[in-house]
Nanobody, 111 residues
Framework: DVRLVESGGGLAQAGGSLTLACVVS????????VAWFRQAPGKPREFVAD???????TYQDGVKGRFTVSRDNAKNTIYLQMNSLKPEDTALYLC?????WGQGTQVTVSS
């Protein structure tokens, strides 16, 4: 079975940083793209960033220049480095591979 487990969320002040991790099992990790999404209360789930097998990354406009996605194929893990955090970044952050989702990790940014 494919399994994704996120970690690294928490409370940060505006302007601060957090790094999220997503460990993926059950697939040949280095063959696949993996994505980060987020969902704030009362809002639809939205794409944040993804990274392909060769390390090519794409981002939503709202996080470009602040967030960086990376991967470590030896650890079956993708990361999301989040800098210059804003209160509007507050959400449950989830990683996704195909139709499989993790349980998410909560990020809360205080003003």
């Amino acid at each position: 079975d494919v399994r994704l487990v996120e970690s690294g969320g928490g409370l940060a002040q505006a302007g601060g940083s957090l790094t999220l991790a997503c460990v993926v099992s059950g697939i040949t990790f280095y063959d696949y793209a993996v994505a980060w999404f987020r969902q704030a209360p009362g809002k639809p789930r939205e794409f944040v960033a993804d990274i392909g097998p060769e390390g090519r990354a794409t981002y939503q406009d709202g996080v470009k220049g602040r967030f960086t996605v990376s991967r470590d194929n030896a650890k079956n893990t993708i990361y999301l480095q989040m800098n210059s955090l804003k209160p509007e970044d507050t959400a449950l952050y989830l990683c996704r591979r195909g139709s499989f989702w993790g349980q998410g990790t909560q990020v809360t940014v205080s003003s």
